[in-house]
């Protein structure tokens, strides 16, 4: 192994606690901390997802939550109707359902959407990515059957070979574990040949053209990808929770995604956990403070972001990096 | 000989301006051909329809007999074409060899390629230092673009444009911005490459121009006013006025 | 279908696209012109509202509190332009992102310490509170009139100082290249700090416009700023024209969609399907529409000369 | 009248100038020679306070320069045509000339939109058109016309006739001077070293940031030791 | 030691309500004195944030993390809805003070949900005899687009016996429409007798503007639940907007009702947060009130749960309604008042009761629920 970097060492060691820490909790009888980071990494799952395009594409995607909302009907709809529909035949293989379902639902809508969001660019591609999921937000929120604006409670969770999701540490296990995955899979792709391309294109796309790089078919599969892994890490959200409402694809939520990406760092490996970290232990604590300081957390934790931009580059990853300037 | 390029009757206009106005143009295999013209002549025009990033109103643009007039830049340049840029264009947040590995990668049929890293392919690494090399750029290979000072940004250029190995280079006004000695050395460097590939070259420095090319054509608002050889083009009156003045 | 009533609902639908156009406009100047990304443009729209409803209280006279609210609300811009803005303009859009985020949690939530959640209503002079009758059955609250006058002189003012002006060249110069107009001798940041106040003071003005129909609210800014967005980026970022049109398509066809929607579904659809789907329909229009005008222009419709 | 003295200047950690020094006076044109890399630009942008000196001190006419603000280095009557042109893409040309255009000294008879295309037809013709439409040769004349425009006491050019024609670089290398015979001083870094021994008075010949050779051009052309050794040729 | 965990909104414009349920939450510890018989009470709250997500976060919080006992309060129905299974997989009491969506009353009932409010349709139910009794003949209908909106349509809807003219669902939610000038030309140009609307918290004080400056009081008169309440008068007083007064709405319990526990509890509470309780106010004071009771009843012990929900659903307190029973769903049997806005001695505008509409009226959905 070569020497490790700063950042390397900081991804490990956040890894490591991630790993070791909510487990204790809950051992300790704080179950609630494990609910916390459960929520925290499926949440890093779906920042790192976004990552990938943001960071590495340049291609600053306000719909993410669709994504994850996507997700987590597709885990939803199909419990809804085992329960109410009478369709049995599908709760038996519900894992060999879900999954597959949220990952290919997502991955579609990630093709469809990107066919025509990949002809802006900057922040028409920000707005028009947040149109469609504003669209798919809607769309939901018309659809009576599923709850509408009410939501919908998944009475059932996906099962699965080796997890039992009703229990709190396997949920927790399986959770960690897809982060691990996604943090391997996004990193091997950026520094693939694939992620060569994407990155250049994000710097120069018409010099990526002029050198024979076809830049729009290289973005869409890195949109696709992108969609797909926050399409499951949305199953994740929907069986953690067991309650899903088309609040979850909000532009607020995507927002939120973005805002984790940004603060932890773009384009960096641990960036997006660490953001996630940070936002999700952030508001927890500021929001317990005692009455009425608890309900203005939000003022805080604001100008704790405000902060962090002014005097830290490159988000909080960038604290960690070796190199002082840029 | 035969054409490796062929530009027949090529018109573009933006708004009230004929930038190419019937412009006829032949490369032959192998050729250096330079293309000289005063400020505003419409030679990086020209370039940005053969290369694809423009797209001519009318006429047409054969690539060894093949009508590329209206394929997508990626496409032209699978086929063999790449460009220089007079206004420097590369990736400022890559790091030098990157950008130059970058354009090895190109050559080497589509990147759909996950798995390995590509920092770690040995022959795009180790062609991209040499490449880097040869414009006197070697031990900048590590540093982050931005942080290059402008003359290093045109040599850069270059080194990009030789990294394509393309079959038919279109270089514009690659010594810009080089000084006097780094002018000479890309004087020989392009000798050097000269017949391997087929060039179209656009560049102000007359010394260079006379000292490199087979032939030379005389672009004047954006019609080809006269082609021939170096010496030819040096006598030309028409040329000495419009472009040249009195040496 | 009624005549007057369509007349009534395009009068509305510009009422409304006006409004649109004046928070848009300040934000249009920030992002086009000062490549500025600034999500908390809605929170000074709020503050706006609410410095303004209380000075209508304090003064007892609505017009009264417009006048002395904005420099006020042009003040809270400047300072935040000095204090934030400014030392951003350098980086990324995503720093800008994130940090105005910041802001709008900070604006937010001093608005609620210091005005509580329950919102302010602002009582208009009696002269402003009637309706005037612009025909026979044709009647229209007097505010909206006064609405649609003033986002119409905003425009005629902002699209004369930004196309016209010397100051509206030197701030398109200093967006696309801030440190040679510098370097030309023009202190740029001054000129910044100043359209940034400008801009506020546009938003500003749309608050206070807005609070005496829905009160000044909490949440009113953030509700504002996406349709806002969708403006400018359906008009053409940085383009005060294409703010303009933009904002008159978007409100007429919300307000149209609002108002003949479920008429037009039962036309092939069971009146209770109708009923169902033309609220989600019209919510999701202006989503619509900026996709569909994005697909076909990318650039929108007014694609800003050069970004 | 510019003096510079010891100046260092740095980009993030790394150094880019190692104590500068060289001197100009009134109504004299100097050049800065030297590779590519050496310090040229980065000197320029340190006299105009865009890089921020890390030492030594800029002087002009008696005012130190350092910690100034660039617009206000500028409004004392330097003039700058940056390196790469730098035109303000979404202005038309017109715009671009007239949008900093002022006369902070008062000068007499100062440059006006005339008096620019009369030094430059090419632009006259183009008018409208937005900056970053026009050629690269269009943009340069701009570029420089719009320096002019500021009335500037000291006019700084960085390449300024990269992407020029022969005979427009010419007519640039007359017209200064011609200006100059009016009381202005010119900094120059350009690489057309035959053309600016004709025009220039003095020459610095800038190695990794630092001045090595100073001298006029009669000694330059003599001293082939010291253009081999620093410009190779 | 019991705990009382209270998930309200603290935060966005809709905290304007969560600050009336804590307010009156807090008086009722006060009168009860942090006691109930010999045990102590403790309230922890939570805020939902306008989110049926973040209201279910906070629940499973409070459950948790804090381990109460009870867990009440939600104002709207898709966040009751959201938390309801973290509390009742817990065994954990879940008392609604407000939120009363049907399929809580119906399908979804449970032994240990309990409401002190009422199921949506009841209240606009009652609206619908109003008008009828009114002699109205046609209405046009205006309320936001999620569920308890549609509830609330379909309730008016289920007993008005005339013509609807038409009917706007307008969006809601974080970015709720606030500007209605378009819904509202369209009802003067339907010709209706009336307009039914329900606008909970600001929205409520922005309609009734709009509704004032389009001069409509004369020609379309307001008939609403939920919209004109004692939070939004204060301020509509403020700004003088007259039009309000003389509105009437219906609703199961008012300031001027008269029983001893009221009484005390709406002067206490005027002299205490100086404004008059509304009746969100009202059903959490009667939330914790009932609680009380039953810890009281149990005396403190809180591990047989049947005893706990016998005492609970004996509703054994004095409730500011004068009399309290639940149904067989846990839902309460009570009157529904027609109310009007009224300037009262103060001249505070406020409302009063007119008429009775129902007596014991069951809602709609008890049938639906299997416990029994
Ligand atoms: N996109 C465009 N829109 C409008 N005019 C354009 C555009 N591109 C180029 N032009 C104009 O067309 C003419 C030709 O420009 P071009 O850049 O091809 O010149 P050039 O020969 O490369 O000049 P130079 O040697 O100065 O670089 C110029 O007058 C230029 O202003
Ligand atoms: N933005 C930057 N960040 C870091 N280093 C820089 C930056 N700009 C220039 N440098 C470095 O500073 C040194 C001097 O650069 P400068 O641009 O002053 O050179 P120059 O003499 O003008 O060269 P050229 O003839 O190529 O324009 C170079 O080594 C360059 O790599
Ligand atoms: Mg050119
Ligand atoms: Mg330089």
Redesign the pocket.
């Known amino acids: 192994m070569p020497t490790m970097s700063k950042r390397g060492w900081i991804t490990l060691v956040v890894l490591i606690l991630l790993a070791v820490l909510p487990p204790l909790f809950y051992l300790g009888g704080q179950a609630f901390y494990l609910d916390l980071a459960t929520r925290l990494v499926i949440l890093a799952i779906a920042a790192v997802s976004l990552n990938l395009i943001l960071g590495y594409g340049g291609l600053v995607s306000f719909g993410h939550a669709a994504f994850v909302g996507l997700g987590a009907y597709a885990v939803g709809i199909p419990a809804h109707h085992w329960l109410y529909g009478g369709w049995d035949a599908i709760a038996t293989l519900s894992g060999w359902l879900h999954i597959p379902l949220a990952v290919g639902v997502t991955a579609l809508f990630a093709l469809l959407t990107g066919l025509v969001c990949l002809r802006t660019k900057g922040v028409y591609f920000i707005m028009i990515t947040m149109a469609f999921a504003q669209m798919v937000y809607y769309l939901i929120v018309s659809i009576e059957e599923y709850g509408g604006d009410d939501g919908l409670v998944i009475d059932s969770r996906t099962e699965l070979a080796f997890f039992d999701l009703d229990k709190p540490l396997q949920m927790y296990a399986l959770c960690f574990l897809s982060l691990l995955v996604a943090l391997g899979l996004v990193r091997m792709i950026v520094n693939s040949r694939f992620g060569m391309v994407l990155q250049g294109a994000k710097g120069n796309p018409e010099r990526m053209a002029t050198l024979g790089f076809n830049t729009y078919a290289y973005r869409l599969t890195a949109y696709v990808i992108s969609g797909a892994m926050c399409g499951y890490a949305g199953a994740l959200l929907g069986n953690f929770t067991t309650f899903i409402s088309p609040e979850m694809m909000d532009w607020h939520r995507s927002g939120e995604l973005m805002f984790m990406v940004i603060l932890g760092g773009a384009a960096t490996t641990i960036g997006p956990v660490l953001g996630a970290t940070v936002f999700i232990v952030l508001e927890e604590v500021l929001s317990s403070l005692p009455h009425p300081f608890g309900i203005y957390w939000q003022l805080p934790f604001g100008l704790l972001l405000i902060l962090v931009v002014m005097f830290i580059r490159g988000g909080l990853a960038g604290l960690f990096s070796g190199r002082k300037e840029r | 000989m035969t054409a490796v390029l062929k530009v027949e009757g090529l018109n573009k ?3 009230g ?4 106005d019937n412009l006829n143009l032949t490369v032959e295999a192998g050729e250096l051909h330079a293309v000289i ?12 329809q053969l290369c694809g990033t ?1 797209i001519p109103d009318s006429g047409r643009v054969l690539f060894k007999g093949r009508d590329i007039t209206r394929l997508a830049p990626h496409r032209r340049a699978h086929l063999g074409i790449t460009r220089s840029y ?1 206004i420097t264009s590369l990736i400022m947040e890559m790091s030098v060899l990157d950008n130059v590995a970058l354009a090895l990668q190109a050559r080497e049929g589509h990147s759909f390629r996950f798995l390995r890293p590509a920092r770690s392919i040995a022959h795009l690494r180790d062609r991209g230092r040499e490449l880097l090399a040869r414009v006197g750029l070697a031990d900048k290979a590590d540093q982050a673009t931005v942080a290059l000072s402008h003359g290093e940004h045109r040599r850069m250029e270059i080194a990009i444009a030789l990294a394509s190995e393309a079959e038919l280079m279109l270089l ?2 690659p010594m810009a911005g080089l000084g006097t000695q780094e002018s000479l050395e890309m004087v020989a460097l392009l000798k050097g490459i000269k017949g391997k590939h087929s060039i179209l070259l ?1 560049e ?1 420095d007359m010394d260079a121009v006379f000292a490199l090319a087979d032939r030379i054509s005389v ?1 004047v608002y ?1 019609h080809i006013i006269a082609t021939g050889s170096p010496d030819e083009i040096r006598g030309n009156e028409a040329v000495q006025h419009a472009y040249l003045g009195e040496e | 279908m009624d005549t007057t009533l369509l007349v009534i609902q395009v009068l509305n639908g510009l009422q409304l696209g006006l409004l649109l156009f004046l928070v848009a406009s300040g934000l249009t100047l920030v992002f086009g012109i000062l490549d500025f990304v600034n999500l908390a443009h809605g929170s000074l729209y709020m503050l706006g509202a609410f410095v303004c409803a209380s000075l209508t209280y304090a003064l007892g006279n609505f017009l009264l509190a417009v006048v002395v609210a904005l420099p006020v609300v042009g003040v809270i811009g400047y300072l935040t332009e000095r204090v934030v803005a400014r030392s951003l303009y350098a980086r990324d859009h995503l720093d800008q992102v994130l940090a105005t985020f910041g802001l709008i949690l900070v604006f937010d939530t001093s608005a609620h310490v210091i005005w509580g959640p329950e919102g302010i209503a602002v009582p208009l002079p009696d002269w402003l509170n009637g309706q005037v009758a612009l025909g026979s059955g044709l009647e229209v609250p007097t505010f909206r009139l006064l609405i649609i006058a003033a986002g119409l002189a905003a425009a005629g003012g902002l699209f004369w100082l930004v196309n016209y002006t010397r100051l509206g060249m030197l701030i398109r110069a200093g967006a696309s290249n801030r440190t040679m107009v510098s370097a030309l001798g023009i202190d740029i940041q001054m000129l910044f700090s100043l359209v940034f106040a400008l801009g506020a003071m546009l938003a500003g003005l749309a608050g206070m416009l807005i609070a005496p129909i829905t009160e000044a609210n909490i949440g009113m800014g953030n509700s504002i700023i996406i349709t806002a967005f969708v403006v400018i980026i359906v008009g053409g970022i940085g383009s005060i024209k294409g703010a303009f049109i933009a904002a008159l398509l978007i409100g007429l066809i919300d307000t149209l969609g609002r108002a003949f929607l479920d008429d037009l579904f039962g036309l092939f659809m069971s009146s209770a399907a109708a009923e169902n789907s033309a609220p989600a329909v019209s919510a999701m229009l202006i989503y619509l529409i900026m996709a569909l005008v994005l697909a076909l222009r990318p650039q929108g419709l007014f694609p800003p000369k050069v970004r | 009248m510019l003096e510079l003295k010891d100046v260092t200047a740095h980009y993030g950690t790394s150094q880019a100038l190692f104590g500068m020094s060289l001197s100009l006076q009134a109504g004299e044109v100097a050049t800065l020679l030297g590779r590519n890399g050496m310090g040229k630009t980065t000197t320029i942008n340190t006299i105009m306070g865009i890089v921020r000196a890390s030492g030594g001190s800029i002087r002009f006419d008696g005012q130190e320069l350092v910690g100034r603000p660039s617009f206000r280095t500028a409004n004392l009557g330097l003039g700058l045509v940056p390196e790469g042109r730098q035109i303000f893409p979404n202005l038309t040309m017109m715009e671009n000339l007239v949008a900093t255009a002022s006369n902070h000294l008062g000068l007499p008879d100062p440059w006006t939109v005339e008096k620019v295309f009369a030094l430059f037809p ?1 632009l006259a ?2 008018i409208g ?2 900056g ?9 004349m701009l570029a420089i016309g719009r320096a002019l425009m500021t009335n500037p006491r000291l006019l700084i050019l960085d390449e300024a006739t990269e ?3 022969p005979l427009v670089r010419r007519r640039i290398w007359e017209a200064l001077t011609q200006i100059r015979g009016q009381g202005m001083s010119i900094l120059v870094v350009d690489k057309n070293l035959a053309d600016l021994m004709k025009i220039a008075d003095r020459h610095f010949i800038v190695q990794r940031g630092q001045v090595e050779w100073s001298g006029t051009s009669a000694e330059l052309a003599a001293d082939e030791a010291v253009r081999r050794r620093y410009l190779e040729f | 030691d019991v705990k009382i965990g209270f998930v309200t909104t603290l935060t966005t414009p809709a905290a304007v309500i969560g600050n009336d349920m804590k307010n009156a939450v807090d008086l009722a510890m006060e009168h009860l004195g942090g006691m109930a018989g010999d045990t102590k009470l403790e309230v922890i709250y939570g805020d939902d944030g306008f989110a049926p997500e973040t209201g279910k976060q906070a629940t499973d919080k409070l459950v948790k993390q804090d381990n109460v006992d009870f867990v009440a309060g939600y104002i709207w129905s898709h966040v009751l809805l959201a938390s309801r299974k973290s509390v009742l997989d817990a065994d954990k009491i879940l008392i609604s003070a407000n939120a009363g969506p049907s399929q809580m009353a119906g399908q979804l009932c449970d032994k240990n949900f309990f409401s002190t409010s009422w199921q949506n349709d009841q209240t606009p139910m009652a609206m619908g005899e109003v008008l009828n009794k009114a002699g109205v003949k046609s209405l046009y209908i205006m309320a936001p687009n999620y569920a308890a909106g549609k509830d609330m349509t379909a309730g008016v809807e289920r007993t008005f016996k005339g013509e609807i003219k038409g009917k706007d669902l307008t969006k809601w939610g974080a970015d709720a429409q606030l500007d209605f000038s378009a819904e509202l030309a369209k009802a003067k140009a339907s010709g209706a007798e009336g307009i039914f609307v329900f606008y909970p918290g600001a929205a409520g004080g922005a309609f009734i503007k709009q509704y004032d400056q389009a001069g409509l009081k004369d020609t379309l008169p307001l008939y609403s639940v939920f919209t004109v309440d004692a939070l939004s008068l204060p301020k509509l007083q403020a700004a003088d907007f007259k039009a309000v007064l003389g509105s009437k709405t219906t609703q199961e319990w008012d300031p001027t009702l008269d029983n001893e526990a009221n009484k005390k509890f709406v002067a206490d509470f005027k002299a205490k947060y100086g404004t008059y309780p509304s009746y969100y106010a009202a059903q959490s004071y009667d939330a914790i009130m009932l609680i009380a009771s039953a810890v009281k009843a149990v005396g403190g012990d809180m591990s047989d749960k049947d005893k706990l929900r016998a005492a609970i659903k004996a509703a054994d307190f004095s409730s500011v309604r004068g009399k309290f029973k639940f149904g067989t769903n846990n839902m309460p049997i009570e009157d529904f008042f027609l109310r009007e806005v009224v300037t009262d001695a103060d001249g505070t505008w406020t409302t009063k009761v007119i008429d009775t509409v129902y007596t014991d009226h069951v809602d709609p959905y008890a049938a639906e629920c299997k416990m029994n």
């Open positions: 206009s933006f708004g301006i004929k930038a190419t013209g005063p400020n505003g002549a419409g030679k990086t025009t020209m370039i940005s423009q007079q514009d006004e656009i102000h672009l954006g | 090419e013709t183009r058109s937005m970053n439409l026009l050629s690269g040769g269009e943009q340069q992407g020029l024609a």
